[in-house]
């Protein structure tokens, strides 16, 4: 199944889409990538969500990706006697250890770990930022508060630190658990909430040991602040704005949207854009025009993918949302303007071979009647530069290892192909022509770029960049044995 577009889906499953008949009408309609919400349902929900997209990849014949996303630490209040309290703006409000129930002057707040990070003048946001308190005085078991933005609060509601760093790891025993449960089942990519500097990164690539990529969620001002740190030792980001719209002022989500985008498309690692992105089609059939205008900016800006979340996962419509989602991608690709944007925002890099190699083949490609770039990739690196280039033309990457086409499902512009371990040159121009005839890329006429490593099926070897026509006859006349 050839796309007509190049930036990627990401669909969340759940209650509205766990069935076998839906997941697949998701992938038909255009989802790419599956994410699992480790947040939500049994490990037994889980595995069987996993099990159904597998067999879809099967009976499709298209590698499908997977993403699982970890929950993180989750920082709420303790609970009130009466259930809930109104806070008034001006009131004083104490936060503390006490287990005992709460009222309209204090609340239990678990976590000794935010009294230890607390300092007079920081806030604390409750209930995704709805009531906003400051810190007059604080200690290692309290904190005495003023109430600025007030509300109703009730038990066990999320809190937000915005201003400091916490002390708190951003893998929870749940989390650790978790991760191993989903790198055993074979997930293609891991999702780490609450990431706060490189270490938490480094972390969990000690526990996964290599069995998925790492993908790290920028959702709290510390991460963004140590973005660059972050990227280096992650393999992909995800623009979370959930969060950071809750911690950080709303307009400022924006622009460090698009510098989180640019950031991960220089260093060649994809980067998806979430929440609400289609909200209102978690009730309603079709979007708002506003939402309509965030997804295309998120694909004008070069976002690798786009992602759903409740909008699939328990709303009413989920494969029309993926289907819009859809059109609004190919609309937006079809626009003059959409080149011209890419184009200005390119980086130019050319720190190796391969940097040179996969940019003197976007060149010769758009130079050209070339049809399509073919990236022979053993861990997908080659295929991650070529897609940093954001060629005009399609990228069809092949790779003997399923995992890898899975991991590159979520990469900009790639259609992923299985193909055998090639020893010789010859044998890798046959399969990547084979490949772009087999899928509609190129008829036999036409001409293709092919950039591979010598010796095959060895890391990081790029350094071979061959056009080759699309008729077998010629490239043994050529090439003969």
């Known amino acids: 199944m050839r796309r007509l577009r190049n930036v990627k889906i990401v669909a969340t499953l759940g209650p509205a889409s766990s069935d076998y008949a839906t997941i697949r009408a998701l992938f038909e309609a255009g989802a790419d990538v ?21 067999k879809v990849e099967a ?38 250890l006490s287990a005992t129930p709460g009222d309209a002057s204090r609340v239990q707040l678990p976590h000794p770990e935010i009294f230890a990070a607390l300092e007079p003048g920081a806030s604390l946001l409750v209930n995704d930022g709805k009531i906003r308190v400051v810190v007059d005085d604080c200690g290692k078991d309290f904190a005495n508060c003023t109430v600025t933005v007030g509300g109703t609060i009730s038990n066990r509601k999320g809190v937000n630190v915005p201003d400091v760093v916490l002390p708190v790891a951003a893998l929870s025993d749940k989390d650790r658990v978790d991760l191993e449960f989903a790198c055993e089942l074979g997930v293609d990519w891991l999702a780490l909430s609450f990431v706060q500097r490189p270490e938490d990164v480094i972390e969990a690539r000690t526990l996964a ?33 959930g969060d950071l719209g809750v911690e ?4 400022t989500v924006p622009p460090i949207q698009k510098r989180l985008i640019r950031g991960a498309r220089a260093a060649a690692k994809p980067v998806i854009v979430a ?40 709303g009413k419509y989920p494969i029309e949302a993926v289907t819009t989602m859809n059109n609004v991608a190919i609309a937006v690709e079809k626009d003059p303007t959409y080149r011209q944007v890419i184009e200005a925002s390119r980086q130019i890099r050319r720190e190796s071979i391969a940097d040179g190699i996969v940019a003197a083949a976007r060149e010769i490609a758009e130079a050209t009647n070339i049809k399509a770039i073919c990236s022979f990739s053993q861990t997908g690196t080659t295929a991650g530069l070529v897609s940093r280039e954001r060629p005009k033309v399609p990228i069809i990457a092949l790779t003997p290892l399923m995992s890898t086409a899975r991991r590159l499902a979520l990469t900009w512009g790639t259609h992923c192909v299985i193909c055998e371990p090639q020893e010789r040159l010859k044998g890798a121009v046959l399969a990547a022509v084979k490949a772009a005839r087999k899928d509609g890329f190129a008829g036999i006429e036409d001409m293709i770029v092919l950039t591979a490593g010598v010796p095959f099926n060895v890391k990081g070897t790029t350094n071979v960049l061959r056009v080759a026509p699309c008729d077998e006859r010629l490239i043994s006349a050529v090439d003969p044995d």
């Open 209 to 241: 040991r290599g069995r998925a990529a790492l993908m790290a969620k920028i959702e709290k001002p510390a991460a963004v602040k140590a973005y660059d740190a972050i990227l280096q030792v992650s393999d992909g980001i995800m623009v979370a704005r």
């Open 275 to 314: 929440t609400q992105m289609l909200e209102s089609m978690i009730e309603a059939p079709v979007p708002t025009r506003a939402e309509v205008s965030d997804v295309a900016t998120a694909i004008y800006e070069g976002a690798d993918a786009i992602m759903l979340s409740a909008e699939s996962a328990a």
């Open 34 to 54: 599956f994410r699992l919400n480790m947040s939500h349902g049994t490990h037994d929900d889980i595995r069987a969500r996993h099990t159904i997209i597998r």
């Open 59 to 96: 009976d499709l014949g298209r590698p499908i990706g997977i993403l699982a996303d970890l929950q993180g630490p989750k920082l709420r209040v303790g609970t009130f006697a009466n259930g809930s309290e109104e806070l008034v703006e001006g009131a004083k409000f104490r936060m503390d």
């Open 248 to 251: 950080l002022p709303v307009y």
